[in-house]
């Protein structure tokens, strides 16, 4: 199992501002993965962090506005730049554990982010 | 295409019924994972049970019990003699043995005291 710490839990920014979301993990992981949660939908991956290479984006998610760094095996940081009202949602990092039958992904507690 | 779908947007169930949440899902691999999730008001998300492709077991454990049926491609999730400390929304979710985690739109559940 994974245990994941990210900070900040919540916070309310002011447009045009950015925010960057910390995510450390107790174990070595190969990827970490970034969603978006927007109010009353399901998670979206924005991205898969690599250590060592540059983050992976989905279809509709850009470096420029969603930039995100892995120095480490155990940290990741992603960023939301120039944010926006649209941009008020849930972000949560998490790691899987392949292991078979024991395959699973954790999450962070999530950071709750309000744009005003 | 949806990998996988939670028709039910919102349930509504006074305590101590019943109620079973849907899934659906749709993958050509032969080899994957389904998963379901519990998302509670503080917003965390707690892992509730995993099983692979194949594995149709059903399973059983204390109120929950979840029923995998490859021919009709779902894995749904009763919650029996429900009580408030389960409303929360809900996701189900596959993984075809890559890296990716396909989520459901979730299924919003509200036990009425």
């Known amino acids: 199992s994974a245990v994941i710490s990210q900070k900040p839990s919540r916070d309310i920014c002011q447009r045009g501002t950015s925010l960057t979301i910390q995510c450390q993990v107790d174990?070595?992981?190969?990827?970490m993965f970034w969603y978006r949660q927007q109010p009353g939908q399901s998670l979206t991956l924005i991205a898969t962090?690599?250590?060592?290479?540059?983050?992976?984006?989905e279809s509709g998610f850009v470096i420029d506005k969603f930039p995100i760094s892995r120095p480490n095996l155990t940290f990741s940081t992603l960023t939301v730049s120039n944010m926006s009202p649209e941009d008020s949602s849930i972000y949560l990092c998490?790691?899987?554990?392949?292991?078979?039958?024991?395959?699973?992904?954790?999450f962070g507690q999530g950071t709750r982010l309000t744009v005003v | 295409a949806q990998k996988v779908t939670q028709a039910q947007t919102e349930i509504s169930v006074v305590e101590k019924e019943d109620v079973t949440l849907d899934c659906v899902y749709e993958?050509?691999?032969?080899?994957?994972?389904l998963f379901w999730y519990k998302q509670p008001p503080s917003g965390e998300l707690v892992f509730l049970i995993r099983?692979?492709?194949?594995?149709?077991q059903n399973e059983i454990s204390g109120r929950y019990s979840w029923n995998f049926q490859k021919s009709t491609s779902s894995f749904n999730f009763t919650i029996t003699a429900s009580q408030v400390v389960d409303s929360a929304v809900y996701f189900c979710?596959?993984?075809?043995?890559?890296?990716?985690?396909?989520f459901g739109t979730g299924t919003s559940l509200t036990v009425i005291p």
């Open positions: 174990s070595q992981v190969t990827m």
């Open positions: 962090a690599n250590q060592g290479s540059e983050a992976t984006y």
């Open positions: 993958t050509r691999d032969t080899t994957y994972y």
């Open positions: 979710a596959l993984s075809e043995g890559g890296n990716q985690f396909y």
């Open positions: 099983r692979n492709s194949f594995d149709e």
């Open positions: 998490s790691v899987e554990d392949w292991g078979g039958p024991n395959t699973e992904a954790f």
